[in-house]
């Protein structure tokens, strides 16, 4: 999903320290906790990963992760108020093993990165379906490879097919703001998210011959969606999961249209400077080597991105097969 200028580029109960925060579906703050809706058992802390925790890092418990809880089912907001979703569930199961406390906090994507970046950060991490890019980890962010998906484009059934990226160009698409799927549709005509000239670069529309690209982007991926389903929009762009999800939710409404491209690695987005990788890399590695990752995945019906132990790692920015658009 989730990143900005891709460069040319329950079994038993869980630990009651890692707190769910209750919010109304479109609030960008907590206003309460609760106990998390979890799906597979718990791992116990192991020492010697919660041993790498940088001693100011660790001064810094209960940890708040920060995610855009507008993004099903990786993370969303439920009928009861809550922030769940499979991603939320793998970063709770990281806190397990760091053996720390952790909040999910539901923050507007476009904030994230730089909330992360702030001198005295407030949050300590990111599970919110983030797209390494060089552009990103340039700016002080890291990026610990847990997932991969692609993007997906979403028609209405009955409504106009798209296979390819030059199928946009003349109709309008929606998007979530600040997502890789915002700055390729921006980018195939040659421009910066908003419409800036990309110097020297091409729009693949009017070399074509056809109109440009209308490029609806939204707050959150709910009014993306909402847009696709009214009729504001031509076709929807989200992450591989989150586009087949909502076909789930919209049957005989929405279908996929076409294959899944670009197909990248998810990254937990955290601070350069906390030095702070290692621990997540290795919880990451744990929980996959020991069956709670798979059970997570398979439980939320997202098992085709899954990685292996030797896919975990810093900054992965290499596509898997064909990209959606030419480099820009």
Known sequence: MHDTLRPATLARARRAAFAVLALP???LSACGSTSPILTSPQPASQSSIAA???AAVKTLEPFQIAS???YAPNEYVNGSGQVVGWDLELAQDVCSVLGVSCTIANVTFDDIIPALLEKNPKYVMSFSSFTPTASREASGIDFITYYQA???WLARVGGPTITAASQMCGHSVAVE???VEESDAYGYM????GG???KGDTDHCTAAGLQDINVESFTTQTEANAALLSGRADFGWADQPVADYQVKLEPGKLRISGEPCSIYPYGVAVAHKLGFDKAIEDAITYLINNGYYSKILSSAGVTDGGVTASDVGVNNNN???STCVPSY
């Open 319 to 321: 596509p898997v097969g």
């Open 25 to 27: 579906l479109l609030a």
């Open 190 to 193: 040659g421009q910066n998210p």
């Open 150 to 152: 692609g993007e997906s």
């Open 177 to 179: 703001s600040g997502t």
């Open 52 to 54: 790498e925790i940088p």
């Open 68 to 70: 855009d809880a507008s």
């Open 196 to 198: 800036g000239a990309i």
